[in-house]
């Protein structure tokens, strides 16, 4: 007579279906928790309008920015100033109705922003709008 029977082990597997559950949670979490923006990766602090009105976006625009510096960046690639002509003329020149939206930070020379503004008529853009916070 035995006194020990050997039992049929079951294989062990491994149970996923709470570790997806978790990570559809987690997953889930992060898309609603962040957040996308893509005014500090130029380091401008824009000044600040009380009286401002909220204006619809305009649907074929160039953003074109300017730092406390004087740097120049069309999206957010530094240009120079013969670089930032050549592509408000081809903005123009893509769409007539561009609107130019210019983007300096509050410590920026009245200068460069009336250059950015002379450069965007020369180049047949007439629509410029100023962005505040």
Same mark, same amino acid.
């Given at each position: 007579? @035995?006194?020990?029977?050997? &039992?049929? &082990?079951?294989?062990?597997?491994?149970?996923?279906?709470?570790?997806? #559950?978790?990570?559809?949670?987690?997953?889930?979490?992060?898309?609603?928790?962040?957040?996308? =923006?893509?005014? $500090?990766?130029?380091?401008?602090?824009?000044?600040?309008?009380?009286? *401002? *009105?909220? $204006?619809?976006?305009?649907?074929? =625009?160039?953003?074109?920015?300017?730092?406390? +510096?004087?740097?120049?960046?069309?999206? $957010?690639?530094?240009?120079?100033?013969?670089?930032?002509? @050549? @592509?408000?003329? @081809?903005?123009? *020149?893509?769409?007539?109705?561009?609107?130019?939206?210019?983007?300096?930070?509050?410590? +920026?020379?009245?200068?460069?922003?009336?250059?950015?503004? #002379?450069?965007? &008529?020369?180049?047949?853009?007439?629509?410029?709008?100023? $962005?505040?916070?």
């Amino acid at each position: 007579m @035995a006194l020990y029977t050997p &039992r049929r &082990r079951r294989k062990p597997d491994i149970n996923i279906v709470p570790l997806v #559950d978790v990570l559809v949670v987690l997953i889930f979490f992060f898309l609603l928790s962040m957040q996308f =923006r893509n005014q $500090q990766a130029l380091d401008i602090t824009p000044p600040k309008v009380e009286t *401002a *009105a909220n $204006q619809a976006p305009a649907p074929h =625009r160039i953003l074109v920015g300017i730092d406390k +510096t004087g740097k120049y960046f069309v999206g $957010q690639k530094e240009v120079s100033v013969t670089q930032l002509d @050549a @592509a408000l003329r @081809a903005a123009a *020149a893509a769409n007539a109705d561009t609107t130019v939206l210019l983007l300096a930070d509050q410590d +920026t020379p009245l200068k460069n922003v009336t250059f950015v503004m #002379d450069e965007s &008529r020369k180049a047949k853009l007439d629509k410029i709008r100023l $962005q505040t916070r």
